[in-house]
DNA sequence: CCGATGACATTTG
DNA sequence: TCAAATGCCATCG
């Protein structure tokens, strides 16, 4: 086979591995209990402009990831549970198993569980 | 190359 | 508070 870098963790951008590298790091940083949007992960990867961007690199994450990506919701505090997106169910099952209350409708408390980083 | 779409965010009415 | 419009950047037809 070819020397590729381990595409298995995802499929790569033209942004650069770098985005994709950075949006994962952050992202594996959320403790268990907390939860963190789409911009803020963007804003700690670097990248202030680009949420929509770090959506897709989670869209391209495989089931067994270790990722909490369960943990990344937008803004507003809600999921996209309305029939938009497959796997806002099991999201939201997995928030619930976490210790945070979510609504039929995917709506929650962002603010009462936003994470807050440390910058050391 | 152009237009439309997207696991979003922000502003305006 | 909710709905619509605009911005951002990459992917798809």
């Known amino acids: ?3 590729g870098p381990d595409e298995a963790s995802g499929p790569e951008f033209d942004l650069g591995p770098e985005f ?3 949006v994962l790091e952050i992202v594996g940083k959320i403790p268990k209990g907390r939860l963190a949007s789409y911009g803020q992960v963007a ?6 402009r680009r949420p929509r961007q ?6 391209g994450l495989p ?3 270790r990722l909490p990506w369960h943990r990344v919701v937008n ?5 996209p549970s309305k029939g938009r997106w497959w796997g806002a169910m099991v999201q939201i099952e997995r ?5 945070i209350p979510v609504a ?4 929650l408390d962002l603010e009462a569980h936003r994470w807050k980083p440390r910058m050391d």
């Open 20 to 22: 994709r590298d950075q």
């Open 75 to 79: 803004n507003q505090g809600y999921v």
């Open 95 to 99: 928030l619930r198993v976490e210790g």
């Open 104 to 107: 039929n409708d995917g709506t």
């Open 1 to 3: 086979m070819n020397p």
């Open 54 to 59: 770090v959506g897709m690199v989670l869209r």
């Open 43 to 48: 804003l700690l990867a670097g990248f202030p």
């Open 63 to 65: 089931e067994n990831t």
